[in-house]
Structure formats: C-alpha cells, structure tokens
C-alpha cells in the first residue's frame, strides 16, 4: 500500500489560461508540500484559471485542506480563478464538515471546470 500522492500531473488545459494541477492518490502529510509546490508553481505562472482534478484522490487530510485553503488565497490575491473538480464523495463530506464547500468553487467534472 502507498502512502501520499504518487504524482502530481501539471498540463496545460483545454482552454487559453488554463492550468490543471491533477494530484493522484491520497493527499496526507507526507505529500501535501509535494502538492503545495506544484500549485505554487502554476500559480507563478499568473495563469487566468487553476482547475485542480481531484479524480484521482481517495483520500485528504487536513494537510490537503490546508493546501488548498493557502491555493484560494494566493489565486484570490493574484486574480486567478480556483476551481476544484471531480472529488470523490470522501473528499467532499471532507470539504462539507469543515464547511470549506461555501468558499471554493467547486465543479462536478473536468469539462464543468473550465465554465465554472
């Protein structure tokens, strides 16, 4: 069994602007400044969009949540549009106990992502 993300995969989106930042795995203390990095680094970028793909994680932990939190303020800071998608039902109840689902946009599916 793997502990952390087994990767994170940056690309370029469909769309002029757009970045999406696709961690795979679970996002736990060990990963999280893995992960934190590579939204960093797009971030730097100034790109007009971040869409992060949350497809392939099965599980975050506060580390994760905390990430992402410092990802809102930095996008909100810069003017760059923060769009999270695709998480799975553990993830989401993650977001809806701490009640982070009212502040983040948050996208059923990749391709809602990018109108979001």
């Known amino acids: 069994m793997t502990s952390g993300a087994e990767t994170v995969d940056i690309r370029e ?4 602007g757009v970045y999406v ?8 203390m060990s990963c999280s400044p893995q992960f934190r990095d590579a ?3 797009v971030q730097d970028k100034r790109p007009e969009r971040i869409v992060v793909d949350l497809a392939g994680v099965r ?9 992402l939190v410092e990802a809102m303020k930095n996008a909100k800071a810069s003017s760059t549009r923060l769009v999270l998608c695709a998480m799975n ?3 989401l109840a993650i977001f809806e ?3 982070l689902h009212q502040y983040f946009v948050i996208s059923p599916s990749l391709a809602e992502a990018y109108e979001a």
């Open 13 to 16: 989106g469909d769309a002029p």
């Open 97 to 99: 106990i701490a009640r």
């Open 21 to 28: 930042v696709a961690p795979r795995g679970d996002i736990d």
């Open 89 to 91: 039902e553990k993830v």
């Open 59 to 67: 599980y975050m932990d506060s580390s994760g949540l905390a990430t």
């Open 39 to 41: 939204i960093k680094g």
